[in-house]
């Protein structure tokens, strides 16, 4: 089977993923694979992270929530599902099947058109995730779809 994206230069941030064909509506489309780690190590690299961020200026946090056991660190090399970008207005969404996580299409993909889904970044500390997606949706900091009222009556405040 063909692969069903590419990797380029994003208008998001650096590189993402396009579909390279069309995608309907359903389809797994990459799994987003990694290291296996404990909760604990997560919170470690988490922390390492957000501190090199405040320190550099930006952040690249790679890490998914699998279990109530384990998270999966997706800084790999063998991890292109990384590159996906966060949107407001997501075409694909991150599911995870049988402790696999899987990013698949929320609705029919076509040739050329970038891979997003949403983040789902708490409301806490929203103000240090700036987004770039410029969709009609976009309110300009990554947060999940049900806090984006919250910040917005704080922003209009």
């Not at 690299?45 to 550099?56: F, V």
């Not at 279990?67 to 590159?83: H, S, T």
Request: net charge negative; glycine share 6%.
């Amino acid at each position: 089977m063909a692969e069903l994206y590419t990797i380029k230069e994003s208008n998001i941030h650096n590189k993402g993923v396009y579909a390279s064909t069309f995608i309907k509506k359903g389809t797994d489309i990459i799994q987003y694979v990694g290291e296996k780690i404990t909760k604990k190590e997560s919170e470690r690299r988490a922390h390492e992270w957000d501190k090199e961020a405040r320190t550099k200026g930006f952040g690249l946090v790679y890490i998914f929530e699998l279990n109530k056991r384990f998270d999966i660190d997706g800084n790999v090399p063998n991890n292109p599902a990384k590159y996906i970008n966060h949107s407001c207005d997501p075409n694909c969404e991150a599911v995870n099947m049988d402790n696999e996580i899987w990013i698949v299409a929320k609705r029919d993909i076509q040739e050329g058109e970038e891979l997003s889904y949403d983040y789902g970044y708490d409301f806490e500390n929203y103000a240090e995730h700036e987004c770039r997606c410029m969709s009609d949706n976009c309110i300009g900091y990554i947060v999940r779809e049900e806090e984006r009222p919250r910040v917005l009556e704080l922003l209009n405040a």
